[in-house]
């Protein structure tokens, strides 16, 4: 597998040099009701606060956190919404 090709200068994409496992659009979010969504962003923030700073493990680990609460969430709030 090759790395997709850079972006034209002055396109506005910044380059990347990886494949994403699975795109934003491909992963099917089934979210609970909008107040445990919200208990549980919460909950994921406050292990996310106290996360080593100087660990890139941990970092990682609560980067993915918040990313998975947050598309959750907002799956939630846009399920009220509608």
Known sequence: MTAPPLPA???GRQPTAYAPLLAPEDAALTP???PDEIRMARETLA???????????AMLRAA???MMRL??????A????Q
């Open 47 to 57: 292990e996310a606060e106290v996360a080593n700073i100087h660990d890139s493990e």
């Open 9 to 11: 200068p002055g396109s």
């Open 32 to 34: 609970l009701g909008l």
């Open 71 to 76: 598309r959750s969430l907002v799956e939630a």
């Open 78 to 81: 846009e399920a009220v919404a």
């Open 64 to 66: 993915v956190g918040c």
